[in-house]
């Protein structure tokens, strides 16, 4: 991660509770660190355990992940530079309009059947990905559904 791209994220990053004098024990890991380990697994598509030793200990960085994830801060800094960028645009941070995508793929022999179904139209047995992104491009929500489900409002 480049200064500059910190620089940004910090910003967007929650607050830990001991910092902000709630009680708890510090973290022992720089959030610069960890986000980097992440971004890595990310970008090269590798298991948690693969994670170079550049990088802290891999069930630290997964512990982080899933608290976060758990927390639901995962979506919260997604959302947080998000509107950061929408305003670097001249935009409103909250989108007036969105662009669905939908598109049904093939799900794999190991994906059990009651997570997958038939796209009649498409002749493909699997799951359906949504795709919601405002206009600029900038994802606002994603949802996998079994490829037969409608969704309806």
């Not at 973290?27 to 298991?47: F, T, W």
């Not at 960085?61 to 670097?88: G, I, P, Q």
Request: proline letters at 5%; a positive charge.
């Amino acid at each position: 991660m480049t200064d500059a791209e910190w620089a940004a994220a910090r910003d967007a990053l929650p607050v830990p509770g001991w910092m902000r004098g709630r009680g708890g024990r510090p973290e022992g890991y720089c959030h610069r660190s960890m986000l980097d380990a992440i971004r890595y697994i990310v970008d090269n598509g590798i298991k948690w355990r693969a994670v170079p030793v550049d990088f802290p200990g891999w069930k630290r960085a997964y512990v982080f992940f899933s608290r976060w994830r758990d927390n639901h801060l995962v979506k919260e800094f997604h959302d947080r530079l998000r509107d950061k960028t929408r305003r670097a645009a001249g935009r409103d941070a909250e989108p007036t309009a969105g662009i669905i995508h939908a598109q049904s793929v093939k799900a794999a022999a190991n994906v059990p059947a009651a997570e997958r179904g038939f796209d009649g139209g498409r002749v493909i047995n699997g799951r359906r990905q949504h795709l919601v992104t405002d206009c600029i491009g900038l994802v606002l929500d994603v949802l996998v559904t079994t490829a037969a489900r409608l969704i309806s409002s």
